[in-house]
């Protein structure tokens, strides 16, 4: 992992939180865009960068095309999001993790671990819930989505994995599987990311107000 951006002191927390977790560990760390750029150019061992929101970009996109500029390396994973207003570019723009700056130290290992087993995690910790956005999305499209695509795609879209849907649902996997097809097929989406940036584009996720699943009770209880 790489821990990148951010005042020095704030990387050097965050590092140390990392190594003291039992499955997480900090490969390199980088204080600017430039920094970030040479790790990954030079093939650093890291599956997630944990991008702070305060590192400066100077390229066109600004922010958001650094989160896919990492995307095409690593998973992205952003750091002290001011607001849920920023959530839906930093998903469609590749973020497979959003975390406010006030989440506690089990919250971010726990996300972190979400993110490395293929997940997504939105977790802004005790930041104020907002109203939902005007969708950029036809609503009209999650009407061609059952009440159990729908339950399904809300659990996915929490970081969990067919499995566990399953298993939290009472479904067989296979099952599970089936109705994730079907959605791809619907929305004529191809990928699982895609369809989860969908789910918040479309207002059917709502961060801060709309419940999720398992994972959302753990990162409660561990705050």
Same mark, same amino acid.
């Given at each position: ?8 002191? &704030? +990387? !050097?927390?965050? $590092?140390? =939180?990392?190594? #003291? ?7 390199? @760390? *980088?204080?600017?865009t430039e920094d970030l750029e040479n790790l990954l150019a030079a093939g650093v061992d890291a599956d997630v960068v944990l ?39 930093? &998903? +469609? !723009?590749?973020? $497979?993790? =959003?975390?406010? #700056? ?7 290992? @726990? *996300? ?112």
């Amino acid at each position: 992992m790489i821990v990148a951006g951010g005042p020095s002191l &704030v +990387r !050097a927390a965050l $590092t140390r =939180v990392i190594d #003291a977790s039992d499955t997480l560990r900090v490969a390199g @760390a *980088a204080a600017r865009t430039e920094d970030l750029e040479n790790l990954l150019a030079a093939g650093v061992d890291a599956d997630v960068v944990l991008l702070d929101r305060c590192i400066h970009s100077g390229r066109p996109g600004g922010f958001t095309a650094l989160i896919t500029e990492v995307c095409a390396a690593a998973r992205a994973v952003v750091f002290g999001a001011p607001s849920a207003q920023e959530v839906d570019a930093q &998903v +469609r !723009a590749g973020a $497979t993790g =959003v975390l406010g #700056a006030d989440v506690s130290a089990s919250q971010l290992v @726990a *996300a972190l671990e979400t993110v490395c087993r293929g997940g997504l995690v939105v977790a802004l910790g005790t930041a104020p819930a907002v109203h939902k956005a005007q969708p950029r999305v036809t609503p009209e499209l999650t009407r061609d989505l059952s009440a159990r695509e729908r339950e399904i795609l809300t659990t996915l879209s929490s970081g969990q994995d067919s499995a566990s849907i399953a298993r939290d649902l009472g479904l067989s996997a296979l099952t599970v599987k089936t109705h994730i097809t079907h959605m791809l097929s619907k929305l004529g989406i191809r990928r699982r990311g895609h369809l989860i940036a969908f789910a918040y584009e479309s207002g059917l996720i709502v961060p801060g107000v709309t419940p999720t699943s398992s994972l959302a009770t753990r990162l409660h209880a561990a705050s």
